[in-house]
């Protein structure tokens, strides 16, 4: 059964594939750049897309793990991407179960437009996998849609209190919280972006 938050994606593969393209790594990442790490690292994208950010690091030379369970955007991005090296998985939160099974650890983790399509057990279990999933001192980049939900999708209002609290519940340190307009022009939609940290000592 495919996960209920991609429900109204494939239908509409094609004109996403053209507005996920339309904005840069740079210009969804500016915020937070400065917490991607440098060297060579193992880097999971969670909600992929069309690869946009995991063809971004993969050129900087990271080892990309791009997790996308809608298979029309996944073609999408192995059309859009094909020179990059990108391990693209069918799979999904809450779970990640395919990713569970293959026992990854990654130093930094991506979550982008892809929280506010759980609800809040969803949320929990997502928090608490995506943490064990981290490696001591890895990162992840997560950022909560805000704003009316589109025709036809699931979304749910996430308010950023509540993720932050949910983070430290599970012990990752907030290293970051900022709060922005939308890329796409959207008067009414913002989105918030955290930097979440699992300590080095893994506590």
């Given amino acids: 059964m495919a996960p209920r938050g991609i429900t109204g994606y494939a239908e509409v593969a094609d004109t996403l594939a053209r507005q996920y393209e339309s904005v840069s790594f740079g210009e969804v990442h500016r915020e937070v750049l400065h917490l991607f790490p440098e060297r060579p690292s193992q880097v999971m994208d969670v909600g992929a897309g069309t690869g946009r950010d995991a ?3 993969s050129a900087l030379g990271h080892r990309v793990v791009a997790v996308e369970p809608t298979a029309e955007l996944r073609n999408h ?3 859009l991407h ?3 090296d990108i391990d693209w998985v069918d799979d999904a939160l809450p779970d990640l179960a395919v ?4 026992g990854l650890r990654f130093d930094l983790i991506l979550v982008t437009a892809v929280w506010m399509h ?8 997502s928090m608490r996998r995506l943490g064990n999933l981290l490696e001591p001192g890895g990162q992840m980049i997560l950022s909560v849609r805000h704003g009316p939900v589109p025709a036809g999708r699931r979304m749910y209002d996430v308010p950023a209190r509540e993720t932050i609290a949910l983070a430290r519940e599970y012990r990752l340190d907030v290293v970051h919280s900022s709060r ?3 890329l796409h022009g959207r008067a009414d939609v913002s989105w ?5 940290r699992r300590p080095a000592n893994g506590r």
């Avoid at 990713?99 to 293959?102: F, G, M, Q």
């Avoid at 759980?118 to 279990?125: C, I, P, V, W």
Wanted: hydrophobic letters at 35%; charged letters at 40%.
């Fill in 55 to 57: 063809a971004a690091l």
């Fill in 77 to 79: 991005g192995r059309r």
């Fill in 82 to 84: 094909p020179d990059m």
């Fill in 99 to 102: 990713i569970h099974r293959r």
């Fill in 118 to 125: 759980l609800d809040r057990a969803e949320r929990d279990t």
């Fill in 180 to 182: 922005r307009s939308d």
């Fill in 192 to 196: 918030t972006l955290l930097g979440l």
